[in-house]
């Protein structure tokens, strides 16, 4: 059974940093890309970040380049963020797409909420 599990969000103030977690299981994930995409209220779900699982391309939203760094260690899937600011409030969730890079996601985790105070 695949699972996605994400971790980490929470409350901080704007301009601190927080770092979400995905820790993934029940399949061989080495010719995976791995997402972070993002919801926040009242809005689509919208793409973040992603990265090859080897770690050797990533891709950013224009929105977050600069402020958003994407990795992976093992089995977890990281999301740095830096600067943050209050329209960074949203739920993340962990994706993962089969076929790599710019195709569709074909599992996705639970989400965890992230809140940005002004």
């Known amino acids: 059974q695949v699972r996605l599990v994400e971790s980490g969000g929470g409350l901080v103030q704007a301009g601190g940093s927080l770092r979400v977690s995905c820790v993934v299981s029940g399949r061989d994930f080495t010719t995976y890309a791995m997402g972070w995409f993002r919801q926040g209220p009242g809005k689509e779900r919208e793409f973040v970040a992603a990265?090859?699982?080897?770690?050797?391309k990533t891709d950013y939203a224009d929105f977050v380049k600069g402020r958003f760094t994407i990795s992976r260690d093992k089995n977890a899937i990281y999301l740095q963020m830096n600067s943050l600011k209050p329209e960074d409030t949203a739920v993340y969730y962990c994706?993962?797409?089969?076929?790599?890079?710019?195709?569709?996601?074909?599992?996705w985790g639970q989400g965890t909420q992230v809140t940005v105070s002004s």
């Open positions: 990265i090859t699982w080897s770690g050797g």
């Open positions: 994706a993962a797409s089969a076929k790599g890079l710019g195709y569709p996601y074909d599992y």
